[in-house]
Protein backbone atom coordinates (compact mmCIF):
# COMPACT_ATOMS: atom_id res chain seq x y z
CA UNK A 1 0.00 0.00 0.00
CA UNK A 2 2.88 2.61 1.02
CA UNK A 3 4.87 1.59 -2.23
CA UNK A 4 1.42 2.82 -4.22
CA UNK A 5 0.40 5.64 -2.21
CA UNK A 6 2.00 8.63 -4.01
CA UNK A 7 -0.98 7.70 -6.55
CA UNK A 8 -3.63 9.76 -4.85
CA UNK A 9 -2.19 12.73 -5.04
CA UNK A 10 -1.82 13.14 -8.73
CA UNK A 11 -5.18 11.26 -8.77
CA UNK A 12 -6.91 14.41 -6.80
CA UNK A 13 -5.38 17.10 -9.36
CA UNK A 14 -5.90 15.03 -12.52
CA UNK A 15 -9.17 14.19 -12.26
CA UNK A 16 -11.08 17.44 -13.65
CA UNK A 17 -8.63 17.11 -16.91
CA UNK A 18 -9.95 13.34 -17.45
CA UNK A 19 -13.48 15.07 -18.35
CA UNK A 20 -14.03 15.12 -22.12
CA UNK A 21 -14.50 18.84 -22.11
CA UNK A 22 -11.71 21.44 -22.43
CA UNK A 23 -11.91 24.52 -20.42
CA UNK A 24 -11.40 28.22 -20.37
CA UNK A 25 -7.91 30.45 -19.36
CA UNK A 26 -6.31 33.50 -19.88
CA UNK A 27 -3.67 32.03 -21.95
CA UNK A 28 -6.31 30.29 -24.36
CA UNK A 29 -3.91 30.06 -27.26
CA UNK A 30 -2.33 26.38 -26.42
CA UNK A 31 -4.35 24.28 -28.99
CA UNK A 32 -3.68 26.52 -31.96
CA UNK A 33 -0.08 26.92 -31.29
CA UNK A 34 0.13 22.93 -31.04
CA UNK A 35 -1.63 22.54 -34.63
CA UNK A 36 0.55 25.34 -36.39
CA UNK A 37 3.98 23.40 -34.38
CA UNK A 38 2.65 20.06 -35.40
CA UNK A 39 1.65 21.51 -38.93
CA UNK A 40 5.42 22.76 -39.22
CA UNK A 41 7.06 19.54 -37.22
CA UNK A 42 4.99 17.18 -40.35
CA UNK A 43 6.92 18.84 -42.91
CA UNK A 44 10.37 18.46 -41.52
CA UNK A 45 10.94 21.17 -39.43
CA UNK A 46 12.57 19.52 -36.28
CA UNK A 47 12.68 23.20 -34.53
CA UNK A 48 10.04 25.40 -36.28
CA UNK A 49 10.94 28.70 -35.79
CA UNK A 50 8.46 30.12 -38.32
CA UNK A 51 4.47 29.22 -37.71
CA UNK A 52 1.52 29.68 -40.37
CA UNK A 53 -1.54 30.90 -39.84
CA UNK A 54 -1.18 32.57 -36.56
CA UNK A 55 0.71 36.27 -37.15
CA UNK A 56 -3.28 37.26 -38.38
CA UNK A 57 -2.55 34.89 -41.41
CA UNK A 58 1.08 36.85 -42.03
CA UNK A 59 2.81 34.11 -39.82
CA UNK A 60 5.66 35.06 -37.38
CA UNK A 61 8.60 33.07 -35.51
CA UNK A 62 6.64 32.50 -32.56
CA UNK A 63 9.02 29.23 -31.77
CA UNK A 64 12.37 31.44 -32.36
CA UNK A 65 11.38 33.36 -28.74
CA UNK A 66 7.95 31.53 -27.15
CA UNK A 67 9.43 28.31 -25.20
CA UNK A 68 9.05 25.37 -26.95
CA UNK A 69 9.04 22.40 -24.43
CA UNK A 70 4.86 21.88 -23.80
CA UNK A 71 4.59 21.57 -27.72
CA UNK A 72 7.10 18.77 -27.66
CA UNK A 73 5.55 17.07 -25.11
CA UNK A 74 2.10 17.91 -26.27
CA UNK A 75 3.51 16.48 -29.74
CA UNK A 76 4.54 13.03 -28.60
CA UNK A 77 0.73 12.03 -27.67
CA UNK A 78 -0.26 13.41 -30.79
CA UNK A 79 1.89 11.93 -32.97
CA UNK A 80 0.44 8.49 -31.19
CA UNK A 81 -2.84 9.76 -32.05
CA UNK A 82 -4.27 11.50 -29.33
CA UNK A 83 -6.46 14.79 -30.57
CA UNK A 84 -5.06 18.32 -29.87
CA UNK A 85 -7.34 18.59 -26.67
CA UNK A 86 -6.05 15.47 -25.43
CA UNK A 87 -2.11 16.02 -26.24
CA UNK A 88 -2.37 18.96 -24.07
CA UNK A 89 -3.98 17.64 -21.37
CA UNK A 90 -1.55 14.53 -21.39
CA UNK A 91 0.85 17.24 -21.03
CA UNK A 92 -0.65 18.93 -18.47
CA UNK A 93 -0.83 15.05 -16.71
CA UNK A 94 2.85 14.77 -17.05
CA UNK A 95 3.84 17.86 -15.52
CA UNK A 96 1.42 17.43 -12.77
CA UNK A 97 3.48 14.21 -12.16
CA UNK A 98 7.22 15.54 -12.37
CA UNK A 99 6.19 18.18 -10.35
CA UNK A 100 5.00 15.90 -7.15
CA UNK A 101 8.07 13.49 -8.13
CA UNK A 102 10.68 15.82 -8.54
CA UNK A 103 10.22 17.34 -4.85
CA UNK A 104 9.41 13.22 -3.57
CA UNK A 105 12.89 12.56 -5.16
CA UNK A 106 14.72 15.37 -3.67
CA UNK A 107 13.58 14.67 -0.43
CA UNK A 108 14.07 11.27 -0.17
CA UNK A 109 17.43 11.48 -1.62
CA UNK A 110 18.12 13.79 1.68
CA UNK A 111 16.07 11.88 4.02
CA UNK A 112 15.38 8.31 3.01
CA UNK A 113 12.39 8.86 4.40
CA UNK A 114 8.69 8.01 2.70
CA UNK A 115 6.14 10.43 5.09
CA UNK A 116 8.67 13.41 4.93
CA UNK A 117 8.88 12.91 1.45
CA UNK A 118 5.49 12.43 0.54
CA UNK A 119 4.62 15.68 2.74
CA UNK A 120 6.85 17.68 0.38
CA UNK A 121 5.88 16.34 -2.76
CA UNK A 122 2.05 16.86 -1.84
CA UNK A 123 2.54 20.61 -0.51
CA UNK A 124 4.24 21.40 -3.53
CA UNK A 125 1.57 19.59 -6.07
CA UNK A 126 -1.35 21.11 -4.12
CA UNK A 127 -0.60 24.46 -3.61
CA UNK A 128 -2.92 26.90 -4.45
CA UNK A 129 -0.87 28.94 -7.16
CA UNK A 130 -0.32 25.44 -9.25
CA UNK A 131 -4.07 25.61 -9.57
CA UNK A 132 -4.16 29.36 -10.53
CA UNK A 133 -1.51 28.41 -13.59
CA UNK A 134 -3.48 25.67 -15.20
CA UNK A 135 -7.18 26.37 -14.37
CA UNK A 136 -7.06 30.24 -14.39
CA UNK A 137 -4.40 31.98 -16.35
CA UNK A 138 -3.32 28.69 -18.49
CA UNK A 139 0.28 29.63 -18.52
CA UNK A 140 1.18 25.92 -19.40
CA UNK A 141 4.99 27.06 -20.26
CA UNK A 142 5.08 28.44 -16.87
CA UNK A 143 3.31 25.62 -15.10
CA UNK A 144 5.96 23.17 -16.85
CA UNK A 145 9.14 24.88 -15.59
CA UNK A 146 7.37 24.60 -12.09
CA UNK A 147 7.72 20.79 -12.69
CA UNK A 148 11.06 20.96 -13.60
CA UNK A 149 12.53 23.34 -10.82
CA UNK A 150 12.76 20.37 -8.36
CA UNK A 151 14.87 18.16 -11.24
CA UNK A 152 16.89 21.25 -11.26
CA UNK A 153 17.63 20.54 -7.31
CA UNK A 154 17.66 17.13 -7.27
CA UNK A 155 20.28 17.13 -10.41
CA UNK A 156 22.46 19.24 -8.07
CA UNK A 157 21.90 17.19 -4.51
CA UNK A 158 23.48 14.32 -7.31
CA UNK A 159 26.99 17.05 -7.71
CA UNK A 160 26.37 16.97 -4.31
CA UNK A 161 26.76 13.53 -3.35
CA UNK A 162 28.77 12.10 -5.67
CA UNK A 163 29.64 14.30 -8.52
CA UNK A 164 27.73 13.77 -11.36
CA UNK A 165 26.16 16.84 -13.18
CA UNK A 166 24.49 15.01 -16.36
CA UNK A 167 21.31 15.09 -14.44
CA UNK A 168 21.65 18.94 -12.87
CA UNK A 169 22.80 20.01 -16.91
CA UNK A 170 19.92 18.97 -18.24
CA UNK A 171 17.44 19.63 -16.26
CA UNK A 172 19.06 23.29 -16.12
CA UNK A 173 18.58 23.20 -19.73
CA UNK A 174 14.76 22.08 -19.75
CA UNK A 175 13.81 24.53 -17.26
CA UNK A 176 15.07 27.16 -19.45
CA UNK A 177 13.59 25.78 -22.52
CA UNK A 178 10.32 25.57 -20.66
CA UNK A 179 10.20 29.18 -20.00
CA UNK A 180 13.64 31.51 -20.06
CA UNK A 181 11.52 34.14 -18.58
CA UNK A 182 11.29 31.57 -15.05
CA UNK A 183 15.01 30.49 -15.88
CA UNK A 184 16.45 34.06 -15.17
CA UNK A 185 15.00 34.59 -11.71
CA UNK A 186 15.89 30.75 -10.73
CA UNK A 187 19.14 31.40 -11.36
CA UNK A 188 19.88 34.64 -8.91
CA UNK A 189 17.32 32.32 -6.51
CA UNK A 190 19.93 29.13 -7.43
CA UNK A 191 22.94 31.68 -6.75
CA UNK A 192 21.67 32.56 -3.32
CA UNK A 193 20.81 28.83 -2.35
CA UNK A 194 24.68 27.70 -3.76
CA UNK A 195 26.40 30.40 -1.34
CA UNK A 196 24.33 29.04 1.54
CA UNK A 197 25.41 25.48 0.78
CA UNK A 198 29.36 26.45 -0.70
CA UNK A 199 29.53 28.19 3.39
CA UNK A 200 28.89 24.58 4.94
CA UNK A 201 30.47 22.21 2.02
CA UNK A 202 33.73 19.96 2.78
CA UNK A 203 34.79 20.12 -0.36
CA UNK A 204 34.25 23.71 -2.02
CA UNK A 205 36.67 23.43 -4.84
CA UNK A 206 35.02 20.33 -6.04
CA UNK A 207 31.48 21.97 -5.89
CA UNK A 208 31.77 25.14 -7.20
CA UNK A 209 34.06 23.07 -10.52
CA UNK A 210 30.74 20.84 -10.65
CA UNK A 211 28.22 23.34 -10.67
CA UNK A 212 30.13 25.63 -12.88
CA UNK A 213 30.70 22.71 -16.16
CA UNK A 214 27.22 21.37 -14.89
CA UNK A 215 25.64 25.23 -15.54
CA UNK A 216 27.73 25.58 -18.80
CA UNK A 217 26.80 22.67 -20.07
CA UNK A 218 22.85 23.04 -19.35
CA UNK A 219 23.28 26.82 -20.94
CA UNK A 220 24.60 24.76 -24.41
CA UNK A 221 22.59 22.23 -24.28
CA UNK A 222 19.47 24.82 -24.43
CA UNK A 223 21.57 27.22 -27.30
CA UNK A 224 19.88 26.28 -30.27
CA UNK A 225 16.50 28.07 -28.37
CA UNK A 226 17.91 30.86 -25.86
CA UNK A 227 20.91 32.19 -28.46
CA UNK A 228 18.52 33.23 -30.80
CA UNK A 229 15.69 34.29 -28.91
CA UNK A 230 18.00 37.09 -26.75
CA UNK A 231 20.02 38.40 -29.68
CA UNK A 232 17.15 38.58 -32.16
CA UNK A 233 14.76 39.58 -29.90
CA UNK A 234 16.01 43.83 -30.95
CA UNK A 235 13.93 42.47 -34.27
CA UNK A 236 10.67 42.17 -32.92
CA UNK A 237 7.78 44.07 -30.62
CA UNK A 238 8.67 42.61 -27.43
CA UNK A 239 9.97 45.68 -25.71
CA UNK A 240 7.26 48.09 -27.20
CA UNK A 241 4.64 45.75 -25.94
CA UNK A 242 5.33 43.75 -22.80
CA UNK A 243 7.29 45.84 -21.03
CA UNK A 244 4.25 48.64 -20.92
CA UNK A 245 0.41 49.25 -20.51
CA UNK A 246 -0.99 46.52 -18.62
CA UNK A 247 2.75 43.97 -18.37
CA UNK A 248 4.34 46.49 -17.05
CA UNK A 249 5.86 45.24 -13.95
CA UNK A 250 5.01 48.01 -11.58
CA UNK A 251 1.41 47.47 -11.51
CA UNK A 252 1.99 43.57 -10.36
CA UNK A 253 3.07 43.55 -7.18
CA UNK A 254 1.64 42.26 -3.88
CA UNK A 255 0.53 42.89 -0.90
CA UNK A 256 1.80 41.46 2.27
CA UNK A 257 -1.90 40.21 3.03
CA UNK A 258 -2.23 38.74 -0.24
CA UNK A 259 0.38 36.38 0.21
CA UNK A 260 -1.36 34.99 3.36
CA UNK A 261 -5.05 35.23 1.94
CA UNK A 262 -6.73 36.70 -1.45
CA UNK A 263 -10.39 35.51 -2.57
CA UNK A 264 -10.27 33.15 -5.05
CA UNK A 265 -10.97 34.09 -8.37
CA UNK A 266 -10.88 33.62 -12.79
CA UNK A 267 -9.62 36.92 -13.28
CA UNK A 268 -6.49 39.16 -13.84
CA UNK A 269 -4.13 40.85 -12.26
CA UNK A 270 -4.51 44.58 -11.55
CA UNK A 271 -2.88 47.28 -9.71
CA UNK A 272 -3.72 47.25 -5.87
CA UNK A 273 -6.24 45.27 -3.98
CA UNK A 274 -8.62 43.96 -6.17
CA UNK A 275 -7.39 41.51 -8.27
CA UNK A 276 -9.31 38.94 -10.13
CA UNK A 277 -7.35 36.24 -9.10
CA UNK A 278 -5.62 34.87 -5.90
CA UNK A 279 -1.85 34.85 -5.14
CA UNK A 280 -2.26 33.10 -1.79
CA UNK A 281 0.92 31.07 -0.92
CA UNK A 282 -0.98 28.49 1.16
CA UNK A 283 -2.33 28.01 4.72
CA UNK A 284 -0.86 24.45 4.99
CA UNK A 285 2.47 26.27 3.69
CA UNK A 286 2.70 29.40 6.02
CA UNK A 287 2.20 27.53 9.41
CA UNK A 288 4.10 25.09 8.94
CA UNK A 289 7.24 26.77 7.76
CA UNK A 290 6.66 29.24 10.51
CA UNK A 291 6.67 25.87 13.12
CA UNK A 292 9.50 24.90 11.62
CA UNK A 293 11.20 27.81 11.85
CA UNK A 294 10.66 28.39 15.76
CA UNK A 295 11.44 24.51 16.72
CA UNK A 296 14.64 24.26 14.60
CA UNK A 297 15.98 26.75 16.64
CA UNK A 298 15.69 24.71 20.18
CA UNK A 299 16.69 21.24 18.23
CA UNK A 300 19.77 23.34 17.08
CA UNK A 301 21.01 23.75 20.60
CA UNK A 302 19.75 20.33 21.69
CA UNK A 303 21.09 17.92 19.37
CA UNK A 304 24.73 19.26 17.81
CA UNK A 305 24.76 16.11 15.53
CA UNK A 306 21.95 17.74 13.44
CA UNK A 307 22.96 20.70 13.18
CA UNK A 308 24.30 21.08 9.48
CA UNK A 309 20.90 19.72 8.53
CA UNK A 310 19.00 22.25 10.03
CA UNK A 311 21.74 24.89 8.32
CA UNK A 312 20.12 23.39 4.98
CA UNK A 313 16.70 23.55 5.78
CA UNK A 314 17.26 27.59 7.08
CA UNK A 315 18.55 27.66 4.12
CA UNK A 316 15.82 26.67 1.89
CA UNK A 317 13.13 28.51 4.45
CA UNK A 318 15.16 31.53 3.94
CA UNK A 319 15.21 31.67 0.39
CA UNK A 320 10.89 30.64 0.59
CA UNK A 321 11.25 34.25 2.46
CA UNK A 322 13.53 36.36 0.20
CA UNK A 323 11.40 35.17 -3.11
CA UNK A 324 8.06 35.94 -1.20
CA UNK A 325 10.02 39.78 -0.48
CA UNK A 326 10.57 40.03 -4.07
CA UNK A 327 6.76 40.08 -4.63
CA UNK A 328 5.80 42.56 -2.86
CA UNK A 329 6.04 46.38 -3.18
CA UNK A 330 9.08 46.78 -1.42
CA UNK A 331 11.21 45.35 -3.33
CA UNK A 332 10.60 47.39 -6.66
CA UNK A 333 14.08 48.82 -6.28
CA UNK A 334 15.46 45.72 -6.98
CA UNK A 335 13.38 45.24 -9.71
CA UNK A 336 13.86 48.63 -11.21
CA UNK A 337 17.84 47.96 -11.23
CA UNK A 338 18.01 44.74 -12.87
CA UNK A 339 15.77 45.46 -15.98
CA UNK A 340 15.68 41.90 -17.65
CA UNK A 341 13.35 40.81 -15.36
CA UNK A 342 10.82 43.81 -16.17
CA UNK A 343 10.23 41.08 -19.47
CA UNK A 344 8.99 39.15 -16.04
CA UNK A 345 6.11 41.32 -16.28
CA UNK A 346 4.21 40.00 -13.03
CA UNK A 347 6.36 39.84 -9.70
CA UNK A 348 4.26 37.45 -8.42
CA UNK A 349 5.18 34.44 -10.40
CA UNK A 350 8.21 34.24 -8.21
CA UNK A 351 5.15 32.45 -6.13
CA UNK A 352 6.68 29.60 -8.11
CA UNK A 353 10.15 29.55 -5.78
CA UNK A 354 8.17 30.36 -2.42
CA UNK A 355 5.96 27.39 -3.05
CA UNK A 356 8.70 25.64 -3.55
CA UNK A 357 11.50 26.30 -1.24
CA UNK A 358 8.87 25.96 1.50
CA UNK A 359 7.70 22.66 0.27
CA UNK A 360 11.35 21.40 0.78
CA UNK A 361 11.67 23.26 4.15
CA UNK A 362 9.15 22.31 6.04
CA UNK A 363 9.09 18.25 4.11
CA UNK A 364 12.56 18.33 5.75
CA UNK A 365 12.36 19.62 9.06
CA UNK A 366 9.56 17.00 9.59
CA UNK A 367 12.41 14.15 9.17
CA UNK A 368 14.29 15.61 11.85
CA UNK A 369 10.70 14.90 14.35
CA UNK A 370 10.02 11.56 15.79
CA UNK A 371 8.52 8.69 13.46
CA UNK A 372 5.34 9.23 15.53
CA UNK A 373 4.88 13.13 15.68
CA UNK A 374 6.34 13.08 12.04
CA UNK A 375 3.07 10.84 10.94
CA UNK A 376 0.94 12.63 13.16
CA UNK A 377 1.71 16.09 11.50
CA UNK A 378 2.01 14.50 8.01
CA UNK A 379 -1.53 13.10 7.99
CA UNK A 380 -3.32 16.19 9.66
CA UNK A 381 -1.49 18.50 7.03
CA UNK A 382 -2.18 16.31 4.48
CA UNK A 383 -6.18 16.49 5.51
CA UNK A 384 -6.12 20.13 5.41
CA UNK A 385 -4.44 20.27 2.29
CA UNK A 386 -6.67 18.32 0.38
CA UNK A 387 -9.49 19.94 2.55
CA UNK A 388 -8.31 23.25 1.55
CA UNK A 389 -7.08 22.73 -1.91
CA UNK A 390 -8.77 20.48 -3.77
CA UNK A 391 -11.32 22.53 -4.74
CA UNK A 392 -9.33 25.04 -6.54
CA UNK A 393 -8.23 22.41 -8.72
CA UNK A 394 -11.47 22.82 -11.40
CA UNK A 395 -11.75 25.41 -14.21
CA UNK A 396 -14.74 28.15 -14.07
CA UNK A 397 -16.79 26.60 -16.17
CA UNK A 398 -16.17 23.95 -18.97
CA UNK A 399 -16.37 24.56 -23.20
CA UNK A 400 -16.38 22.02 -26.18
CA UNK A 401 -13.09 19.76 -26.30
CA UNK A 402 -13.39 19.09 -29.93
CA UNK A 403 -10.10 20.60 -31.94
CA UNK A 404 -11.95 21.67 -35.08
CA UNK A 405 -13.36 24.57 -32.81
CA UNK A 406 -9.77 25.56 -31.83
CA UNK A 407 -8.07 25.67 -35.31
CA UNK A 408 -10.55 27.41 -37.57
CA UNK A 409 -9.06 29.95 -39.54
CA UNK A 410 -11.12 32.96 -37.88
CA UNK A 411 -9.72 31.75 -34.26
CA UNK A 412 -6.06 31.26 -36.07
CA UNK A 413 -5.52 34.62 -37.71
CA UNK A 414 -7.93 36.99 -35.34
CA UNK A 415 -9.63 35.77 -32.16
CA UNK A 416 -5.75 33.97 -30.86
CA UNK A 417 -3.69 36.10 -33.48
CA UNK A 418 -4.75 39.34 -31.24
CA UNK A 419 -4.29 38.17 -28.24
CA UNK A 420 -0.42 37.77 -28.75
CA UNK A 421 1.56 38.91 -31.97
CA UNK A 422 4.68 40.48 -29.56
CA UNK A 423 6.90 38.46 -31.83
CA UNK A 424 6.30 40.12 -35.06
CA UNK A 425 8.58 42.45 -36.56
CA UNK A 426 9.70 45.54 -34.86
CA UNK A 427 8.64 47.69 -37.74
CA UNK A 428 4.85 47.15 -37.51
CA UNK A 429 2.85 49.93 -35.98
CA UNK A 430 0.37 48.52 -33.53
CA UNK A 431 -2.15 51.03 -32.15
CA UNK A 432 -1.91 52.24 -28.79
CA UNK A 433 -5.40 53.10 -26.90
CA UNK A 434 -4.08 53.75 -23.42
CA UNK A 435 -3.17 51.10 -21.94
CA UNK A 436 -3.88 48.49 -25.20
CA UNK A 437 -2.56 47.45 -28.06
CA UNK A 438 -4.02 46.35 -31.33
CA UNK A 439 -2.89 45.14 -34.68
CA UNK A 440 -2.93 47.96 -37.25
CA UNK A 441 -5.28 46.22 -39.48
CA UNK A 442 -8.91 45.14 -39.27
CA UNK A 443 -10.59 41.87 -39.91
CA UNK A 444 -11.64 42.42 -42.94
CA UNK A 445 -7.72 43.66 -44.23
CA UNK A 446 -5.99 40.05 -43.21
CA UNK A 447 -5.01 38.51 -46.47
CA UNK A 448 -7.06 35.96 -48.57
CA UNK A 449 -4.34 35.02 -50.95
CA UNK A 450 -0.49 34.04 -50.64
CA UNK A 451 0.77 36.49 -53.09
CA UNK A 452 -0.28 40.07 -55.06
CA UNK A 453 1.07 40.87 -58.17
CA UNK A 454 0.70 44.27 -60.34
CA UNK A 455 -0.23 43.99 -63.81
CA UNK A 456 -1.99 41.11 -65.45
CA UNK A 457 0.24 38.38 -64.02
CA UNK A 458 -0.35 34.74 -64.55
CA UNK A 459 0.42 33.26 -61.16
CA UNK A 460 0.48 30.09 -60.01
CA UNK A 461 1.43 27.96 -56.43
CA UNK A 462 3.82 25.25 -57.18
CA UNK A 463 4.99 24.84 -53.21
CA UNK A 464 3.28 25.99 -50.30
CA UNK A 465 4.78 24.91 -47.06
CA UNK A 466 5.27 26.83 -44.01
CA UNK A 467 8.92 27.74 -44.72
CA UNK A 468 8.65 27.45 -48.56
CA UNK A 469 6.58 29.23 -51.18
CA UNK A 470 7.37 28.77 -54.55
CA UNK A 471 5.19 30.48 -56.84
CA UNK A 472 5.62 30.10 -60.90
CA UNK A 473 5.44 33.87 -62.00
CA UNK A 474 4.37 34.92 -66.21
CA UNK A 475 4.31 38.25 -66.74
CA UNK A 476 4.25 40.38 -70.13
CA UNK A 477 6.21 43.41 -68.19
CA UNK A 478 7.99 44.00 -65.38
CA UNK A 479 6.27 43.11 -61.76
CA UNK A 480 6.54 43.61 -58.27
CA UNK A 481 4.87 40.84 -56.36
CA UNK A 482 3.79 40.29 -53.35
CA UNK A 483 4.16 37.85 -50.53
CA UNK A 484 1.28 38.05 -48.20
CA UNK A 485 3.80 37.33 -44.76
CA UNK A 486 5.15 39.48 -42.41
CA UNK A 487 8.68 40.00 -42.83
CA UNK A 488 11.63 38.29 -40.77
CA UNK A 489 15.65 37.85 -40.15
CA UNK A 490 15.83 34.28 -42.16
CA UNK A 491 13.44 35.39 -45.21
CA UNK A 492 15.36 35.11 -48.52
CA UNK A 493 13.92 35.50 -52.20
CA UNK A 494 15.43 33.62 -55.47
CA UNK A 495 14.75 34.03 -58.99
CA UNK A 496 15.04 31.15 -61.07
CA UNK A 497 17.90 30.43 -58.37
CA UNK A 498 19.42 33.65 -58.09
CA UNK A 499 18.85 35.50 -54.51
CA UNK A 500 16.73 38.50 -54.99
CA UNK A 501 16.24 41.37 -52.96
CA UNK A 502 13.78 41.34 -50.00
CA UNK A 503 11.65 45.06 -49.23
CA UNK A 504 9.35 44.93 -46.39
CA UNK A 505 7.60 48.84 -46.01
CA UNK A 506 3.88 48.79 -45.41
CA UNK A 507 2.35 48.82 -42.51
CA UNK A 508 2.54 45.11 -41.54
CA UNK A 509 5.69 44.44 -43.41
CA UNK A 510 4.64 42.56 -46.27
CA UNK A 511 7.48 41.48 -48.35
CA UNK A 512 7.99 41.66 -51.82
CA UNK A 513 10.21 41.87 -54.48
CA UNK A 514 10.46 43.30 -58.64
CA UNK A 515 10.01 40.22 -60.76
CA UNK A 516 11.33 40.97 -64.66
CA UNK A 517 9.32 40.26 -67.73
CA UNK A 518 9.10 36.94 -68.84
CA UNK A 519 8.36 33.21 -66.79
CA UNK A 520 10.23 32.74 -63.84
CA UNK A 521 9.88 30.93 -60.99
CA UNK A 522 9.99 32.23 -57.53
CA UNK A 523 11.14 30.85 -54.63
CA UNK A 524 10.62 32.91 -50.99
CA UNK A 525 12.35 31.02 -47.97
CA UNK A 526 13.23 30.94 -44.57
CA UNK A 527 16.57 29.87 -43.96
CA UNK A 528 18.73 30.30 -40.96
CA UNK A 529 20.95 32.85 -39.97
CA UNK A 530 24.17 33.13 -38.53
CA UNK A 531 23.27 33.46 -34.72
CA UNK A 532 20.87 30.28 -35.39
CA UNK A 533 23.68 28.62 -36.69
CA UNK A 534 26.26 29.19 -34.03
CA UNK A 535 23.47 28.47 -31.39
CA UNK A 536 23.13 24.60 -33.51
CA UNK A 537 26.95 24.02 -33.30
CA UNK A 538 27.02 24.92 -29.71
CA UNK A 539 24.06 22.65 -28.92
CA UNK A 540 25.43 19.76 -31.11
CA UNK A 541 28.94 20.00 -29.03
CA UNK A 542 27.50 20.19 -25.53
CA UNK A 543 25.62 17.53 -25.92
CA UNK A 544 28.28 15.21 -27.40
CA UNK A 545 30.00 16.66 -23.36
CA UNK A 546 26.96 15.35 -22.00
CA UNK A 547 26.93 12.06 -23.62
CA UNK A 548 30.38 11.92 -22.40
CA UNK A 549 29.45 12.51 -18.50
CA UNK A 550 26.59 10.49 -18.90
CA UNK A 551 29.00 7.49 -19.75
CA UNK A 552 30.83 8.18 -16.84
CA UNK A 553 28.37 8.92 -14.10
CA UNK A 554 26.28 5.93 -15.15
CA UNK A 555 29.09 3.06 -16.72
CA UNK A 556 32.96 3.65 -16.08
CA UNK A 557 31.79 5.14 -13.02
CA UNK A 558 30.02 2.47 -11.39
CA UNK A 559 32.76 -0.10 -12.92
CA UNK A 560 36.01 1.65 -12.14
CA UNK A 561 35.32 4.10 -9.40
CA UNK A 562 36.19 7.20 -11.38
CA UNK A 563 35.10 10.05 -9.89
CA UNK A 564 37.13 13.22 -9.07
CA UNK A 565 36.89 12.60 -5.41
CA UNK A 566 36.16 9.72 -3.27
CA UNK A 567 32.56 8.23 -4.46
CA UNK A 568 31.63 7.62 -0.16
CA UNK A 569 32.53 11.07 0.60
CA UNK A 570 29.50 13.72 -0.11
CA UNK A 571 30.93 17.23 -1.16
CA UNK A 572 28.27 18.90 1.33
CA UNK A 573 28.91 16.48 4.16
CA UNK A 574 27.08 15.48 6.72
Not at 27 to 42: G, K, M, P, S, T
Request: hydrophobic share 50%; proline share 4%; aromatic share 18%.
Amino acid sequence: MKRFIWVIPIVLVIIPLLRLQYFPMHDAQHIARLFVFDQALRQGALYPRWVEGLGFGFGYPLFNFYPPLIYYVAEVFHLIGFGLVWSMKMMLIVGFTLSFWGVYALVYKKTKDVYSSMLGGFMYLMAPYHAVLVYIRGAFAEFFAYAIIPWVFVGFEMIQANGGISLFSAAFALLIVSHPLIAFPFVLLFIGYFIGIFVISLQKRVLITKTAIGSLLGLGLSAFFWMPSMFERHFTLVDKILTHGLADYKMHFLYIRQLLYSPWGYGGSIYGLEDGMSFRVGEVHIILAIIATITLVFIFFRKKTQRLDILKIYIFLGMGLLSAYLTIFKSQFIWDFISYLWYLQFPWRLLTFVVYFLSVGVALWVYLLKKMNRIIIVVIAALFIYVLYTPLFEPAYYITGQDNHYISKNQLTWEVSKTSYEFMYKDIKPKQSGLFFSFPLEKSQLPTTLVNAKNNVDIRILTDKVTMKEISVRTQSKTTLTLNRSYFPGWNAYIDGVPATVLHSDSVQRMFIDVPKGTHTVLFKFETTTIRKISWLITFISLLFWLYFVQIETVWAKRFGIFFHKRNRPISGK
